[in-house]
């Protein structure tokens, strides 16, 4: 007969084994990761630290794309003033992220800038280190 100690270790390596294979907890985890990943990339474009976001990029877009290429392709600096992740889908191996961008925007017959949010959506794909990174799309 198994002691009561074999016998609740057997248990809990079960239930850790079924929490590691359960597609929906793995996706809450992915989404989790996805989601601060995300907000940390916009915080470094908002404060201008594009060799920072350039890191945020998937490796296969950054040996595609030199940084002095991604950095003439990013638009849109000085009018970014915050930014929140509203929503994060994902599927094994890849994330569909919705950001919502606050911009500031100075029209050139107008007195004071204007304030007005606008939403996008980004793609986000795990590489092979397990690793999630941004993939521009435009």
């Known amino acids: 007969m198994l002691s009561k100690k074999i016998l609740t270790v057997m248990v809990m390596i079960l239930t850790l084994s079924a929490c590691a294979t359960d597609p929906a907890a793995q996706a ?3 989404e989790a ?6 907000a940390e990339r916009w915080d ?3 404060q201008g630290r594009l060799e920072s976001a350039y890191e945020y990029l ?3 877009y950054r040996a595609a ?8 392709s990013v638009k849109g600096r000085g009018l ?4 929140t992740v509203e929503s994060v889908k994902c599927e094994p191996e890849a994330c ?3 950001i919502k961008l606050n911009l500031l925007i100075h029209y050139p017959l107008m007195r004071k800038a204007v304030h007005t949010d606008t939403e996008m959506q ?8 397990g690793v999630w990174g941004f993939l521009p799309t435009e």
């Open 28 to 30: 809450k985890r992915d």
């Open 33 to 38: 990761v996805v989601a601060q990943r995300a």
């Open 44 to 46: 470094l474009l908002i």
């Open 58 to 60: 998937t490796p296969g």
């Open 65 to 72: 794309t030199p940084y002095s290429h991604y950095q003439k």
């Open 80 to 83: 970014w003033q915050g930014a």
């Open 96 to 98: 569909d992220v919705k």
């Open 122 to 129: 980004e793609r986000w794909i795990k590489g092979q280190d």
